[in-house]
């Protein structure tokens, strides 16, 4: 069974940057696409980024695109979510996801194994 752990939130100020961590344990990270997804306050969990387990093929959220990166570090069996030029509306729990079949469509229902998030806040 694959598990997940997020690492890295924390409180920020308009325009920082944080790099969230995504460590997989139980089974290798690359039989998994890896996705990110977020859930603020009064709103749906939303998809914001995915990074494929075959070709690398990264998908982004419009919302982030220019602003988030994620990569794969599979040495490491981490996936790493590089956040730039935060906005007060990134603010909410950010959960990394792993999927079996590696479409990366950032459907949630794909996803079968999510860790337990970790709090972005951005604010001043």
């Known amino acids: 069974q694959l598990q997940l752990v997020e690492s890295g939130g924390g409180l920020v100020q308009p325009g920082g940057s944080l790099r969230l961590s995504c460590a997989a344990s139980?089974?290798?990270?690359?039989?998994?696409?890896i996705g990110w997804f977020r859930q603020a306050p009064g709103k749906e969990r939303e998809a914001v980024s995915c990074i494929s387990n075959n070709n690398g093929t990264t998908h982004y959220a419009d919302s982030v695109t220019g602003r988030f990166t994620i990569s794969r570090d599979s040495a490491k069996s981490v996936v790493y979510l590089q956040m730039n030029g935060l906005k007060p509306e990134d603010t909410g729990v950010y959960y990394c996801a792993g999927e079996i079949w590696g479409w990366c469509r950032m459907q949630s229902s794909d996803f079968t194994s999510w860790g337990q998030g970790t709090q972005v806040t951005v604010s001043s």
């Open positions: 139980g089974l290798p990270l690359d039989y998994y696409a």
